[in-house]
Each structure stands twice: as C-alpha cells, then as structure tokens.
T-cell receptor, first 114, second 110 residues
Framework: DTAVSQTPKYLVTQMGNDKSIKCEQNLGHDTMYWYKQDSKKFLKIMFSYNNKELIINETVPNRFSPKSPDKAHLNLHINSLELGDSAVYFC?????????????FGPGTRLTVL | GQNIDQPTEMTATEGAIVQINCTYQTSGFNGLFWYQQHAGEAPTFLSY????GLEEKGRFSSFLSRSKGYSYLLLKELQMKDSASYLCAVRDVGDYKLSFGAGTTVTVRA
C-alpha cells in the first residue's frame, strides 16, 4: 500500500496550459504539504493544510492554487504554466504540525514546461 | 525564516565515517530534521532533534546544539547505498514551516 501517492508521475506540457497534480495519503494524517524542488535540488514549501485548513501559503504566484477536498487529499492546480514552473513537485503528509511529526513524501511529479 | 547552510558535496570510502554539518539561523526554533534523498526519489526521514545532544539510530546519529545553531549528521560504517543527498531542515515555531537546506551530496566510493 502506498502511503502518499501522486498523479501523474511525469507531466510534459506547453507554456500557457493549465494542469493539475493530485495527491492522496492513506496514513490518516491531519496535515498535508506541497513542495517544489528545482533543478538545484532546493526543496521549498509552497502550501500546507491542516485539517483541510490552509495554514502555510508561501510567496508563490497566484497561478498556483491548492485544494483540499478532505483530509486525505491535497491537489495542486497550476494556471498559465511558465517555463520556470518546470520542477519536481512533492506532496507530503504528517500526523500533525508540531513535535517529532516527520513528514512522509510522495514519489514526486516531474513537471516539464516546453 | 531560516538561513540553513550545509556543505554541497562530500566523498568518503566504504566502511568509513562521514559527518555532515548544518548551521542555521532562525527567529524561533522548533526542531531540526535530517532527510535522505536518493537521486530521482522522494526524501525519507532520518532523524529529529529538538533538545541539545546526540540522537543515535543504528549507523546514523544526529547532534544538536541550539545555542550554536548547529547540527551534524554522522554516518558510520558507510555503505554504497548511503550515496545520496542529505537534507537538513529546520522548523519554525510560528507557523511550523519546515525550511530545507540545499542538501549535501555524499558519494561513497569502494
């Protein structure tokens, strides 16, 4: 059983398109995250939801919109894709926010914008 | 926010020991994590420190000094499979945000 799953694994698309990445966790966790890892391997937080409530919203373009229909799912929609959006996007989840709550990462979605 | 610094690359021989240092600056410290990331894969959790001292987990140990804003990850009895990137991450007390360093790529040679 996959703990944190993402679809699709690879996404190749043209500039200007709109795309979505889906994430699901079956760990019963309360908190979910989206990270972006660029070509220099820097892993940066984008969003975090706790019990379906947005709690972290980093300075990302408003073309990026997360949506959490329930605690087990956190999707990421990207409008008007740009070349600079090319990266690996990781979803993660954790039991909660504080303490030694490690984050469990999904396998990543490699987005390439042409 | 945090300013996290770790070496870019390290190379060591199979069976040896390697120590990866991480220094950080934060407005409010709420824990430090180490993650391992193999090329093309997701990061996986290695260790967590919130109090000063050493946490040991098998071949891996992690140390924290909050007053110095310093941590290290110690990898003992290195194996080829330990070749990976090691990410230091600091959590902020305000919004619990986890900020990652750029990672240290460790190459283990036979």
């Amino acid at each position: 059983d996959t703990a944190v799953s993402q679809t699709p694994k690879y996404l190749v698309t043209q500039m200007g398109n709109d795309k979505s990445i889906k994430c699901e966790q079956n760990l019963g966790h309360d908190t979910m995250y989206w990270y972006k890892q660029d070509s220099k391997k820097f892993l940066k937080i984008m969003f975090s939801y706790n019990n379906k409530e947005l709690i972290i919203n980093e300075t990302v373009p408003n073309r990026f919109s997360p949506k959490s229909p329930d605690k087990a799912h956190l999707n990421l929609h990207i409008n008007s894709l740009e070349l600079g959006d090319s990266a690996v996007y990781f979803c993660a989840s954790s039991p909660g926010l504080a303490g030694n709550n490690e984050q469990f990462f999904g396998p990543g979605t490699r987005l390439t914008v042409l | 926010g945090q300013n996290i610094d770790q070496p870019t690359e390290m190379t060591a021989t199979e069976g040896a020991i390697v120590q990866i240092n991480c220094t950080y600056q934060t407005s409010g410290f709420n824990g430090l994590f180490w993650y391992q990331q193999h090329a093309g894969e997701a990061p996986t959790f290695l260790s967590y420190n919130v109090l000063d001292g050493l946490e040991e987990k098998g071949r891996f140990s992690s140390f924290l000094s909050r007053s110095k804003g310093y941590s290290y990850l110690l990898l003992k009895e290195l194996q080829m499979k330990d070749s990976a990137s090691y990410l230091c991450a600091v959590r902020d007390v305000g919004d619990y945000k986890l900020s990652f360093g750029a990672g240290t790529t460790v190459t283990v040679r036979a």
